[in-house]
Nanobody, 117 residues
Framework: QVQLVESGGGLVQAGGSLRLSCVVS????????MEWFYEATGKQRDLIAT???????NYADYIKGRFTISRDNDKKEMYLQMNSLLPEDTGVYYC???????????WGRGAHVTVSS
């Protein structure tokens, strides 16, 4: 069974940075791709970044150049480095992972990020 736990959220001023982490329990090599989703209050949950087991990233257009997704399979962790944060980045960030073995997507509980203006 795979479990995902996010950390690193919090309050930051506009223009600042945060690094979210997602710790994986279970076989991280079976999780391909891993993903970060973003959900603003009252809005739908959107996919913002993915990373393959080999480390190839993909990004939603509006975060390109500001956010960086990475993963360390040896440490069983995935990260989202968020720079130049904007108040509209405020929301909950979810770690997710797709398992071809279990034929399902796993979810973390989310990390709250608040960007003050």
């Amino acid at each position: 069974q795979v479990q995902l736990v996010e950390s690193g959220g919090g309050l930051v001023q506009a223009g600042g940075s945060l690094r979210l982490s997602c710790v994986v329990s279970g076989d991280i090599f079976s999780l391909d791709p891993m993903e970060w989703f973003y959900e603003a209050t009252g809005k739908q949950r959107d996919l913002i970044a993915t990373i393959s087991v080999g480390g190839r990233p993909n990004y939603a257009d509006y975060i390109k150049g500001r956010f960086t997704i990475s993963r360390d399979n040896d440490k069983k962790e995935m990260y989202l480095q968020m720079n130049s944060l904007l108040p509209e980045d405020t929301g909950v960030y979810y770690c997710a992972a797709n398992s071809d073995v279990a034929k399902r997507r796993y979810w973390g509980r989310g990390a709250h990020v608040t960007v003050s203006s």
